[in-house]
């Protein structure tokens, strides 16, 4: 079985920079795709970034030139750096494993989700 757990949210001020881990255990062959979402307090779950495994990166307008995505492949870890936070940043962000290759399963997931909050 495989889980994401994620950590590195917390509460910052305007400006301020946190960064974000999730790490994937279990069984696992390789990990497709890895991504960061977060959702809003009564918006829908939108893609922050996303990093395929050939290091393709992409960021949602908002963030882009803020918000950095990487990969370890060998601890199946990603981050999510984020700079510049703003106030509008503040969601619950998720993370998730596209395209997990498992002994005789491929299949997605989704972490637990972490809150960030900024302050103004």
């Known amino acids: 079985q495989v889980q994401l757990v994620e950590s590195g949210g917390g509460l910052v001020q305007a400006g301020g920079s946190l960064r974000l881990s999730c790490a994937a255990s279990?069984?696992?062959?390789?990990?497709?795709?890895m991504g960061w979402y977060r959702q809003a307090p009564g918006k829908q779950r939108e893609l922050v970034a996303g990093i395929t495994s050939g290091v393709i990166t992409n960021y949602a307008d908002s963030v882009k030139g803020r918000f950095t995505i990487s990969r370890d492949n060998a601890k199946n870890t990603w981050y999510l750096q984020m700079n510049s936070l703003k106030p509008e940043d503040t969601a619950v962000y998720y993370c998730?494993?596209?395209?997990?290759?498992?002994?005789?399963?491929?299949?997605?997931?989704w972490g637990q989700g972490t809150q960030v909050t900024v302050s103004s």
């Open positions: 998730r494993a596209q395209g997990v290759v498992t002994p005789g399963l491929q299949d997605n997931y």
């Open positions: 279990g069984r696992i062959f390789s990990i497709n795709g």
